[in-house]
T-cell receptor, first 115, second 109 residues
Framework: NAGVTQTPKFRVLKTGQSMTLLCAQD?????MYWYRQDPGMGLRLIHY???????AKGEVPDGYNVSRLKKQNFLLGLESAAPSQTSVYFC??????????????FGDGTRLSIL | EDKVVQSPLSLVVHEGDTVTLNCSYE??????LLWYKQEKKAPTFLFML??SGIEKKSGRLSSILDKKELFSILNITATQTGDSAIYLC?????????WGAGTKLIIKP
């Protein structure tokens, strides 16, 4: 039972390159989230999904796209990477059972550097 | 605008000390307040608080919420080096969590 798995763990990109980060969960959770974490700024929500086939913008969505074609996977794409997107990216999931007050569970993160 | 402010931003204490971490907030639609511990990788869930004055406790860690004064505290007694981490406070507002910047706690042997 892996929980929340993020791939890759590390990546270095050049400005203008594209890439996709994958989040996979085996907990059958409805809600999935992508965050970025920068020093001194806490976690900021990029995009989220409340179920298969749905996505919504968070606090800092510009420069990112997402897709949730299957319930267990949530993909984060960078179409044209910029140095400002250098960050640690976390995926989180939450069950929809039991109301809003359920904790989010996190993957181990992807450290992304844009040169 | 919903906001979460944690203090202090960093704290260095000696093993065996007791520490108190603070989280104050402003929110339009309060559902719950959560505490997480982040060591090297993923934040891990500690507590969820929904009601004022009811202490949540797990071993040497405890937390309490004051919905009138809009803050929560996280206490750690008899600290150990393994408690060194970033402690994150988050506010549950509808579908999303709003995060504080965290308190970096360092426990010296």
């Amino acid at each position: 039972n892996a929980g929340v798995t993020q791939t890759p763990k590390f990546r270095v990109l050049k400005t203008g390159q594209s890439m996709t980060l994958l989040c996979a969960q085996d907990m059958n959770h409805e809600y999935m989230y992508w965050y970025r974490q920068d020093p001194g700024m806490g976690l900021r929500l990029i995009h989220y999904s409340v179920g298969e086939g749905t996505t919504a913008k968070g606090e800092v969505p510009d420069g990112y796209n997402v897709s949730r074609l299957k319930k267990q996977n949530f993909l984060l794409g960078l179409e044209s990477a910029a140095p400002s997107q250098t960050s640690v990216y976390f995926c989180a999931t939450r069950t929809g059972t039991g109301g809003y007050n359920q904790p989010q569970h996190f993957g181990d993160g992807t450290r992304l550097s844009i040169l | 605008e919903d906001k979460v402010v944690q203090s202090p931003l960093s704290l260095v204490v000696h093993e065996g000390d007791t520490v108190t971490l603070n989280c104050s907030y402003e929110v339009t639609n309060f559902r719950s307040l959560l505490w997480y511990k982040q060591e090297k990788k993923a934040p891990t869930f500690l507590f969820m608080l929904t009601s004022s004055g009811i202490e949540k406790k797990s071993g040497r860690l405890s937390s309490i919420l004051d919905k009138k004064e809009l803050f929560s505290i996280l206490n750690i007694t008899a600290t150990q080096t393994g408690d060194s981490a970033i402690y994150l406070c988050a506010l549950n507002s509808n579908y999303q969590l709003i995060w504080g910047a965290g308190t970096k706690l360092i426990i010296k042997p």
